[in-house]
């Protein structure tokens, strides 16, 4: 009865993970008018609206998410079985599509993808860098690189990067204005790079453990960032402290244009994961991405891209 539907599910999908019919467009390489008219169609057969739009934003209605929550798996399905029986014969190709952290891309997605071109340039890995957690089954990715806390327990985690501390660095520049802080109580004194979430919109707290207990800094100072690497930036230029993850400032701090403050009060986090959902088999492509991380090995993973 929906058979001649099938072939209009890839737009709807699509114009979900976009949020909009011109990028769903471009990603289709259709016209904005054929996505549009692919919908209606849909819409029209079905009987329901699939999607609220207004003048700034499109969004799934509850019919729209009822099938897209079914479809997206589906296509995603076929899409990978396509890909194997591509590579029976040959080798894995086909589109991988990553959603990532910000800090996961140069700790541990450049090295790798690098490799990937060279190796498997059938594959073309599309990297999304997002700050929070994201449905990727419904949104469409092959797999999602977070820390291991942040990993939801269903999902088949492998690790990616070795277990990292977050720490408090500032320039010896700054060092030599200010002085360093000589309890978490005394970074009230001093500039602290702030880091905004973007999804939340909420400034992170500083995570640190001082006398054997967890303590969330609520922290002040004259800048805010929402990404790790400029605060490194804003900390080497000697405006004030940062807290990041000890890899992306390690070359900085090696050569001494960093030190860290208050190492006592450093946390460590599990290490960065690539996790994915449980599957019958997997898709070649994600098994050379799994196999090119793992070749590369922790120590490749070690170096962020700033060269000492």
């Known amino acids: 009865m929906y058979r001649d539907l099938l072939t209009h599910l890839p737009?709807?999908?699509?114009?979900?993970?976009?949020?909009?019919?011109?990028?769903?467009a471009a990603e289709l390489g259709m016209?904005?008018?054929?996505?549009?008219?692919?919908v209606r169609i849909v819409e029209e057969r079905i009987g329901?609206?699939?999607?609220?739009?207004?003048?700034?934003?499109?969004?799934?209605?509850?019919?729209?998410?009822?099938?897209?929550?079914?479809?997206?798996?589906?296509?995603?399905?076929?899409a990978e079985r396509m890909d194997r029986i591509r590579s029976?014969?040959?080798?894995?190709?086909?589109?991988?599509?990553?959603?990532?952290?910000?800090?996961?891309?140069?700790?541990?997605?450049?090295?790798?993808?690098?490799a990937m071109a060279e190796r498997y340039p059938e594959v073309t890995v599309e990297v999304f860098a997002d700050q929070g957690l994201v449905d990727i089954v419904g949104e469409g990715f092959?797999?999602?690189?977070?820390?291991?806390?942040?990993?939801?327990?269903?999902?088949?985690?492998?690790?990616?990067?070795?277990?990292?501390?977050?720490?408090?660095?500032?320039?010896?520049?700054?060092?030599?204005?200010?002085?360093?802080?000589?309890?978490?109580?005394?970074?009230?004194?001093?500039?602290?790079?702030?880091?905004?979430?973007?999804?939340?919109?909420?400034?992170?707290?500083?995570?640190?453990?001082?006398?054997?207990?967890?303590?969330?800094?609520?922290?002040?100072?004259?800048?805010?960032?929402?990404?790790s690497l400029a605060a490194i930036d804003l900390a080497l230029a000697g405006v004030g402290l940062a807290y990041v993850f000890e890899p992306l400032a390690r070359a900085d701090l090696a050569a001494g244009r960093l030190v860290q403050v208050l190492p006592q009060t450093a946390i460590e986090e599990p290490g960065l994961f690539l996790y994915f959902p449980r599957r019958a088999s997997m898709a070649p492509k994600l098994r050379a991405f799994i196999d090119t991380a793992q070749e590369i090995g922790r120590?490749?993973?070690?170096?962020?891209?700033r060269v000492a």
């Open 299 to 305: 120590a490749s993973l070690r170096t962020p891209g």
């Open 31 to 38: 016209s904005p008018s054929a996505v549009s008219h692919a």
């Open 11 to 24: 737009v709807i999908v699509a114009v979900a993970r976009r949020g909009g019919f011109a990028l769903a």
């Open 88 to 114: 029976v014969k040959g080798r894995p190709s086909g589109l991988l599509r990553i959603n990532a952290s910000n800090i996961a891309i140069p700790l541990a997605v450049t090295p790798v993808v690098a």
């Open 142 to 227: 092959d797999a999602g690189i977070r820390l291991g806390e942040m990993i939801a327990q269903d999902m088949v985690a492998v690790r990616l990067t070795p277990p990292f501390s977050v720490v408090i660095v500032a320039s010896p520049v700054y060092i030599g204005r200010h002085g360093r802080p000589s309890s978490v109580a005394d970074l009230a004194n001093h500039n602290c790079i702030g880091y905004r979430l973007v999804r939340s919109g909420a400034l992170y707290r500083w995570d640190l453990i001082e006398d054997g207990k967890d303590i969330a800094m609520e922290t002040r100072g004259s800048v805010v960032v929402t990404d």
């Open 48 to 78: 329901q609206p699939l999607f609220a739009r207004t003048t700034r934003s499109v969004s799934l209605t509850e019919a729209g998410k009822a099938l897209v929550e079914t479809a997206a798996p589906a296509l995603q399905d076929i």
